[in-house]
């Protein structure tokens, strides 16, 4: 299995950036498709960003396309999500989520990801 530990949240202004970034441990990363979701309070966790395990496919969520960047460094065994143009409807708690395999048909699943962190707080003030 793949551990993971996100980074990079915090408290920003409404259209500003933000870059989060996971680091995983465990053999299998290279060969893992990973994910960003996110849970907003009272809100059901949502899918965000997936990219698949050499990172030549990326999938987004009609509500950040254009906006975010999702990518991965195999040898540093990292996935980032670049946050741009950042709306109050973007603050949550983004988790990190790895699959147990190297892509998937339906990458906004939940059921897709094996492993998940413990998340990191995202706040957009108007």
């Known amino acids: 299995q793949v551990q993971l530990v996100e980074s990079g949240g915090g408290l920003v202004q409404a259209g500003g950036s933000l870059r989060l970034s996971c680091a995983a441990s465990g053999r299998t990363f290279s060969s893992s498709s990973m994910g960003w979701f996110r849970q907003a309070p009272g809100k059901e966790r949502e899918f965000v960003a997936a990219?698949?395990?050499?990172?030549?496919?990326?999938y987004y969520a009609d509500s950040v396309k254009g906006r975010f960047t999702i990518s991965r460094d195999n040898a540093k065994n990292m996935v980032s999500l670049q946050m741009n143009s950042l709306k109050t409807e973007d603050t949550g708690v983004y988790y990190c989520?790895?699959?147990?395999?190297?892509?998937?048909?339906?990458?906004?699943?939940?059921?897709?990801?094996?492993?998940w962190g413990q998340g990191t707080q995202v706040t957009v003030s108007s």
């Open positions: 990219v698949s395990w050499s990172g030549g496919l990326t």
């Open positions: 989520a790895a699959s147990s395999s190297r892509w998937s048909s339906a990458p906004e699943r939940r059921d897709r990801y094996a492993s």
